[in-house]
């Protein structure tokens, strides 16, 4: 229950931060929104005119008529106007928490266990129904405050009665929104939960797909995927019921008006009012206080669905930044130290690493062995700075590693995992994502150092072939020497290898290690492998339990 109104009180903080960003900017829109409404009221004061000439009492003519055609030509335009401002602070807000959020969830890294399907819907779904809190709820509800009390104003000056009924049906709609709205917010967060259960479930089967195929499992998922989507639309027709209740009590109110108007001025038709032309001003008056009021009851709506996305997305935005030492300049050389360090990533189960102490001097590879689980790329892990040790000491160069922010610490080392992930771009372009201001000269002595160019020769379009999703297939050997050429391009200190041979048939490996023995020499590299020929690579530390069973001698 605490936690549900911490979620709470975080979610309006956001929404009230992110309200005080855009206040600067939404003064334009609130500008036009008013003028809109003052030209409302001047349009039905020359149309009350125009009505009570036609019922035989005034002397309205083509001027007024010709006056109401421009006054809603210039409430077309400014209509346009307040739509394109609205939507540029809307767009320049979305810009500014998307790249906070990217900006956290990069940071997290691996380490954050949320599901892709989730971590996409944060940053486009949900940041997407901020917008609508933004640019549709806050000048409403500024509107909704305004405009009656103008349009009520208007009326007061033909008729203190009519001024009157107005005021009271515009009180009352926060009153029947506050009713008719009730459980509104918590029916969007249920709804958003449910949208997440099925992006998250949808991206994850097709990204296994072929699997699902091979154990023919494709029609259990369909079911299963149907049930989610069923989920869905029972909670999406939830939130649409509210939102058909406020808006049909608006409408009530709105009746209610119109019709408390005519009866104080039903004698208009019996040619005895003392002012036709005030009382038919007074009646059209309705549909200038009910406009702006009807805009705040449907942005009502976007208030509801912004404060289910505000809950998910201020835990993410409310994360720091990790801070920590920058460093001056790169190191050439880098001695690495482990003494007594210890990792856990959950209480309840033993330690990932338990007291590990070694050192690894530039020049030198070390190869960690053991079984699975055993805690080798955990230690990988905390010298990327995806994890902080609780204890022990992580030297480089005899100081502190976690006194280093995790992008700096990153910036020493080059990584190789079991599958590199290419991209849906050229082979250049993908050796190139290691160092974007590299020249196309390094690029491609680095391709050449790991041996890309023997293979991308082969290939109609060498270097400039378009390879990732929909791209040109690379091999898994193929595809573990672009990464080997990253590493090659990146250019550190520091080497850092997780099983880099995995899935490569004998062959292969082979000469994927001949690479990346060059690449490890005259660098401090350290290395995850089960494999018997990976660990010639340099000196074996044997891991187990998350302790350092001992050395062995290379090949043992
Ligand atoms: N994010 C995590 N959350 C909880 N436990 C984890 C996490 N990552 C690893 N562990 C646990 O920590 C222990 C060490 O894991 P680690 O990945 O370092 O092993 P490993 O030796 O590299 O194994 P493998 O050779 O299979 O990759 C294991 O018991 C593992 O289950």
Same mark, same amino acid.
């Given at each position: 229950m605490a936690e549900v109104r911490q979620r709470g009180d975080a979610a309006s903080a956001l929404l009230r931060r992110e309200a005080r960003a855009a206040r600067g900017r939404l003064g334009l829109p609130l500008g036009l929104g008013l003028a809109q409404v003052i030209l409302g009221i001047a349009q039905a004061w020359l149309i009350a005119g125009l009505i009570a000439k036609l019922l035989?009492? /005034?002397?309205?003519?083509?001027?007024?008529?010709?006056?109401?055609?421009?006054?809603?030509?210039?409430?077309?335009?400014?209509?346009?106007?307040?739509?394109?401002?609205?939507m540029a602070t809307g767009e320049a807000a979305k810009a500014r928490l998307r790249a906070a959020a990217f900006e956290r969830l990069?940071?997290?890294?691996?380490?954050?266990?949320?599901?892709?399907?989730?971590?996409?819907?944060?940053?486009?779904?949900?940041?997407?129904?901020?917008?609508?809190?933004?640019?549709?709820?806050?000048?409403?509800?500024?509107?909704?405050?305004?405009?009656?009390?103008?349009?009520?104003?208007?009326?007061?000056?033909?008729?203190?009665?009519?001024?009157?009924?107005?005021?009271v049906a515009a009180l009352l709609v926060p009153v029947a929104m506050a009713v008719t709205g009730i459980g509104a917010a918590q029916a969007?967060?249920?709804?958003?939960?449910?949208?997440?259960?099925?992006? /998250?479930?949808?991206?994850?089967?097709?990204?296994?797909?072929?699997?699902?195929?091979?154990?023919?499992?494709?029609?259990?998922?369909?079911?299963?995927?149907?049930?989610?989507?069923?989920?869905?639309?029972?909670?999406?027709?939830?939130?649409?019921?509210v939102a058909f209740l406020s808006s049909a009590s608006m409408e009530a109110l709105a009746a209610g008006a119109i019709a408390c108007l005519a009866i104080r001025h039903g004698a208009v038709l019996g040619q005895n009012h003392p002012d036709p032309a005030g009382a038919i001003f007074c009646l059209l008056l309705v549909p200038a206080l009910f406009t702006p009021l009807r805009a705040f009851s449907q942005a009502y709506h976007e208030r509801s669905a912004a404060n289910g996305a505000a809950a998910e997305l201020a835990p993410l935005l409310a994360t720091e930044p990790p801070g920590?030492?920058?460093?001056?300049?790169?190191?050439?050389?880098?001695?690495?130290?482990?003494?007594?360090?210890r990792l856990t990533y959950d209480p309840t189960r033993p330690p990932a690493l338990d007291g590990v102490s070694f050192r690894a001097?530039?020049?030198?590879?070390?190869?960690?062995?053991?079984?699975?689980?055993?805690?080798?790329?955990?230690?990988?892990?905390?010298?990327?700075?995806?994890?902080?040790?609780?204890?022990?000491?992580?030297?480089?160069?005899?100081?502190?590693?976690?006194?280093?922010?995790?992008?700096?610490?990153?910036?020493?080392?080059?990584?190789?995992g079991q599958r590199a992930h290419l991209f849906r771009a050229t082979i250049r372009e993908n050796i190139a994502l290691a160092r974007p201001d590299a020249t196309p000269a390094e690029v491609e002595s680095a391709a050449t150092a790991a041996r890309v160019t023997d293979f991308a020769k082969a290939l109609p379009e060498g270097l400039e072939t378009l390879v990732g999703e929909g791209g040109f297939g690379l091999s898994g050997g193929q595809a573990q020497r672009v990464a080997i050429a990253r590493?090659?391009?990146?250019?550190?200190?520091?080497?850092?290898?997780?099983?880099?041979?995995?899935?490569?048939?004998?062959?292969?490996?082979?000469?994927?290690?001949?690479?990346?023995?060059?690449?490890?020499?005259?660098?401090?590299?350290?290395?995850?492998?089960?494999?018997?020929?990976?660990?010639?690579?340099?000196?074996?530390?044997?891991?187990?339990?998350?302790?350092v069973a001992g050395p062995r001698m290379a090949g043992e």
């Open positions: 035989g009492y /005034g002397a309205a003519g083509w001027p007024a008529l010709g006056a109401v055609a421009a006054l809603a030509l210039v409430s077309a335009g400014l209509g346009v106007a307040q739509e394109r401002a609205l990069l940071a997290q890294g691996a380490e954050d266990n949320r599901g892709v399907g989730e971590r996409a819907a944060l940053v486009v779904d949900r940041i997407e129904a901020l917008e609508g809190f933004l640019t549709r709820w806050l000048p409403a509800a500024a509107l909704a405050m305004a405009a009656p009390v103008l349009v009520a104003g208007a009326a007061f000056t033909v008729d203190a009665t009519s001024g009157a009924i107005l005021l969007s967060k249920r709804q958003f939960a449910a949208l997440d259960m099925l992006s /998250g479930r949808f991206l994850d089967r097709m990204r296994g797909l072929p699997t699902l195929v091979l154990f023919r499992r494709q029609e259990a998922e369909a079911q299963a995927l149907g049930v989610a989507a069923e989920d869905l639309r029972q909670r999406t027709m939830r939130v649409l019921r920590g030492l920058v460093l001056e300049e790169m190191p050439r050389k880098l001695v690495v130290s482990f003494q007594d360090v001097v530039p020049g030198e590879t070390v190869v960690l062995a053991g079984a699975s689980g055993a805690g080798k790329s955990s230690i990988l892990r905390l010298l990327m700075g995806f994890r902080r040790p609780d204890s022990g000491r992580i030297s480089l160069n005899g100081q502190d590693a976690t006194q280093l922010t995790p992008a700096e610490l990153r910036r020493l080392s080059s990584y190789v590493a090659f391009l990146r250019d550190t200190p520091l080497v850092l290898l997780d099983e880099p041979t995995a899935h490569l048939d004998p062959g292969t490996e082979a000469e994927v290690l001949d690479s990346l023995r060059r690449l490890c020499t005259g660098r401090t590299a350290i290395v995850a492998s089960h494999s018997r020929a990976a660990q010639r690579l340099g000196r074996v530390l044997e891991i187990a339990a998350g302790r």
